[in-house]
C-alpha cells in the first residue's frame, strides 16, 4: 500500500488546512489586535512548509484555506501550494468572524481575500471557509452572500454545541444551500455519532481528544456511513516552537495543548486514511 493510500477503505477523505499565523487566531484577538499583526513574528511560511513537505512524502493533496493577509505578505508561499496541486481556497483577509459583520462588510473581506489569493497563484478561488466557523444561525445569510459572489463551496459550519460557534441540529454530511435560483455546496465540519452525540473531528479536537478517537471516529464515517470525511488542521498546531502569547486559561489549555504530539499524530493520521482536496473528493459544481 503506497504511503498515505489508507487502510481497508476506498473513500478519500477531505484534507484541509487553515492557513493562518498563531496569533491570528480568534481566540487571541484581545491578546494581539489587528494593528500589531505586521510587528509580531511570523511563523506562517515555516508551518505551511512543513505540511507541504510531509504531504509530499505521504503523497496527499489537500484544500488550502489561505487568510488573505497572509497571501497579501506571502505570495511566494500560495505559489508554492497551487503549484505542489493543492487546491487554494479563501479563509477571508482579516480573520474576522463572521457574525460579527455586516453583510456588506463580509462581502467587501470576501472581495480582497480573493483578488490577493488569485493575483499571488494565478488560479480561482472558489471554495471558502470562515474563521471559527462563525457562520451560525444568525449569521446564516453569509450563504447567500457567497452565492451571489459565485462561490461553489462553503465549509465553515460546524454542526455542534460549542460556546463560539456551531450550529447543533444542521446536517451532519454536505448539501446544497439555494439562493436566488443558484447554489452553491455547503460542507460541514465532520462529527460522528455516539449514540444522538456528535463527537467532532480535526484541529483542536484532533489535539485534544486521543488519537484512537479521531480514527474511530473516521472510520465510522468512512465504513458505516460510506460517506468522507472532512478533516482540519492549522499550521500552528504542529509548530511547538511558536512563541506562548498570555491569555486566559480556557484559550491557553485550548491552543497548546497537544501541539507537542500533533506531527507525530498527522503522520499516522496520513498513512492511516486516503486523502484529497475538497474538489475531487466532492461534487461541488451544481450540474454534478
Known amino acids: 500500500m503506497a504511503a498515505g493510500a489508507g ?25 494581539v489586535p489587528r494593528d500589531r499583526w505586521d510587528s509580531c513574528e511570523s511563523r506562517v511560511v515555516a508551518s505551511t512548509s512543513r505540511l507541504l513537505d510531509l504531504f509530499a512524502e505521504y503523497h496527499v493533496h489537500g484544500t488550502f484555506f489561505v487568510l488573505g493577509w497572509v497571501a497579501e505578505r506571502h ?7 497551487a503549484d505542489l496541486g493543492h487546491e487554494l481556497a479563501s479563509h477571508s483577509y482579516w480573520h ?16 480582497r481575500a480573493r483578488d490577493v489569493i488569485q493575483q499571488a497563484a494565478g488560479v480561482a478561488v472558489r471554495g471558502f471557509r470562515a474563521p471559527s466557523y462563525s457562520v451560525v444561525e444568525r449569521s446564516l445569510w453569509a450563504l447567500d452572500v457567497l452565492v451571489e459572489e459565485g462561490y461553489a463551496y462553503d465549509a ?18 454536505a448539501y446544497r444551500h439555494t439562493s436566488g435560483g443558484r447554489s452553491l455546496l455547503e460542507v460541514p465540519g465532520s462529527t460522528a455519532l455516539v449514540g444522538s452525540v456528535r463527537v467532532p473531528i480535526g484541529g483542536g479536537y484532533f489535539r485534544l481528544l486521543p488519537y484512537a478517537t479521531t480514527r474511530w471516529a473516521i472510520s465510522t464515517i468512512n465504513r458505516k456511513e460510506q460517506r468522507p470525511a472532512v478533516f482540519y488542521l492549522h499550521p500552528w498546531e504542529i509548530d511547538p516552537d511558536q512563541p506562548r502569547l498570555q491569555a486566559g486559561r480556557v484559550t491557553s489549555w485550548r491552543h497548546y495543548n497537544g501541539i507537542d504530539e500533533a506531527e ?11 486523502w484529497d482536496r475538497l474538489d475531487r473528493v466532492m461534487p ?5
Open 284 to 288: 461541488t459544481s451544481e450540474a454534478a
Open 96 to 111: 474576522r468572524l463572521v457574525y460579527d459583520l455586516t453583510p456588506d462588510t463580509f462581502r467587501e473581506d470576501l472581495a
Open 156 to 173: 465553515s459550519i460546524f454542526p455542534i454545541r460549542h460556546d463560539r460557534y456551531g450550529i447543533p441540529g444542521s446536517p451532519r454530511h
Open 264 to 274: 507525530a499524530r498527522l503522520r499516522r493520521l496520513l498513512t492511516d486514511f486516503r
Open 75 to 81: 505570495p511566494a508561499l500560495i505559489r508554492r501550494i
Open 7 to 31: 487502510a481497508g477503505s476506498s473513500i478519500a477523505n477531505v484534507m484541509s488546512i487553515d492557513v493562518e499565523d498563531y496569533f491570528q487566531v480568534s481566540a487571541f484577538e484581545g491578546v
